[in-house]
């Protein structure tokens, strides 16, 4: 998923996103319109309809493009559903980071610790930022695919669990992206709360911030039908014990809802504190849960990106200029080219 971001050279509020018209809108679209059609040239036989979702200071902005049916000229809409795959990690990441303000959790607690069925030395803040050691995918992974369309439906949290034991410490050397650590983050999350991952997603972020389109399940009326590479519409994925990690469906209203609070209350500064090499690139940069890339002549830009059978996720944001942009697709072709230009559009050339 790290392709693309290394391809890229370089709430409830007071404030509720509102759909915004007139002469800023325009300026904005025109501006867009210009690096989706002609500096991007995107092909919309691979990415049939994607939104883009910009903030602006406290003005939210939504952009859709393409087509979500066929047959149809239907634009996507700021409420619709997509599977936001690996941006699932940054839900998980803010409530980590709120059991951290109420001093349930320290970064330096081990799964040994809260979990208290291993002797496992691996720190939550390990987990974070991808430096725990365990493998993208654990040995006998394969056994558990029925379905290669679906191969994560049979991943439970004892599979997870049972990794432990091989895995008892790391010296936190190493950046090796995987989904199994924040599996394993959500697991210790529900230890120390006593409540389910999904319970305290809704307690926490879904209902203060009001996010009526985020959560495991999908809204048929409301999902957008993703596509695989050969065109074919695809089901969605079934992720049992690592939802939590990649699970997540969510639309462009509600992570712009959900990326404002973050800035709000100056998240940034303490993820920009934790940010660690990657031992990737110079300027690429390792955080709780977030990608860092640090820029020689201006602010760190937080990025992610999500992906998953059918769909392609990504935000990129500046906290120092409350700025960001999320992109939505409905097919395995990633957008973040477009997510980037727009943000560096908004920060460089876009006056303000």
């Given at each position: 998923m790290f392709r693309l971001i290394f391809l890229i050279a370089i709430l409830k509020l007071a404030v509720l996103p509102v759909t915004l018209t007139g002469q800023n809108y325009n300026a904005l679209k025109t501006e867009v319109d210009k690096l989706v059609y002609l500096d991007a040239a995107v092909d919309f036989e691979r990415s049939p309809a994607f939104i883009i979702g910009v903030i602006w200071g406290d003005s939210i902005f939504y952009l859709p493009y393409g087509s979500t049916d066929p047959d149809t000229s239907l634009l996507p809409t700021s409420q619709q559903q997509f599977e936001i795959g690996e941006l699932s990690h940054l839900f998980a990441t803010e409530l980590f980071m709120l059991q951290l303000e109420n001093d349930q959790l320290q970064p330096e607690s081990t799964l040994g610790e809260v979990l208290?069925?291993?002797?496992?030395?691996?720190?939550?803040?390990?987990?974070?930022?991808?430096?725990?050691?365990?493998?993208?995918?654990?040995?006998?992974f394969g056994e558990r695919e029925t379905d290669p369309n679906d191969?994560?439906?049979?991943?439970?949290?004892?599979?997870?669990?049972?990794?432990?034991?091989?895995?008892?410490?790391?010296?936190?050397?190493?950046?090796?992206?995987?989904?199994?650590?924040?599996?394993?983050?959500?697991?210790?999350?529900?230890?120390?709360?006593?409540?389910?991952?999904?319970?305290?997603?809704?307690?926490?972020?879904?209902?203060?911030?009001?996010?009526?389109?985020?959560?495991?399940?999908?809204v048929d009326s409301l999902m957008v039908t993703g596509f695989d590479k050969a065109k074919r519409p695809a089901a969605p994925w079934e992720w049992s014990g690592l939802s939590p990690a990649v699970g997540l469906k969510s639309s462009v209203e509600d992570l712009c809802t959900f990326f404002q609070y973050l800035m709000k209350q100056d998240r940034f500064s303490i993820l920009a504190e934790q940010a660690t090499e990657t031992g990737i690139r110079k300027n690429t940069r390792i955080s709780w849960g977030w990608h860092v890339l640090q820029q020689k002549r201006y602010y760190p830009i937080f990025l992610q990106t999500g992906v998953t059978s059918g769909y392609r996720a990504y935000v990129a944001l500046v906290p120092q200029t409350q700025t960001a942009v999320v992109v939505l697709s409905n097919s395995t072709y990633g957008l973040g080219g477009i997510g980037f230009m727009t943000l560096r559009m908004l920060n460089n050339y876009w006056k303000r």
């Open positions: 208290d069925s291993t002797e496992s030395t691996v720190q939550l803040q390990q987990l974070l930022r991808h430096k725990s050691g365990f493998p993208r995918y654990f040995e006998g191969p994560f439906a049979h991943v439970s949290s004892d599979d997870l669990l049972n990794l432990l034991p091989n895995y008892l410490s790391s010296q936190e050397e190493t950046y090796q992206f995987s989904n199994l650590n924040f599996g394993l983050l959500a697991l210790a999350l529900e230890r120390v709360s006593q409540s389910s991952y999904a319970q305290l997603l809704n307690n926490y972020i879904i209902e203060p911030l009001n996010l009526k389109h985020t959560g495991f399940n999908q």
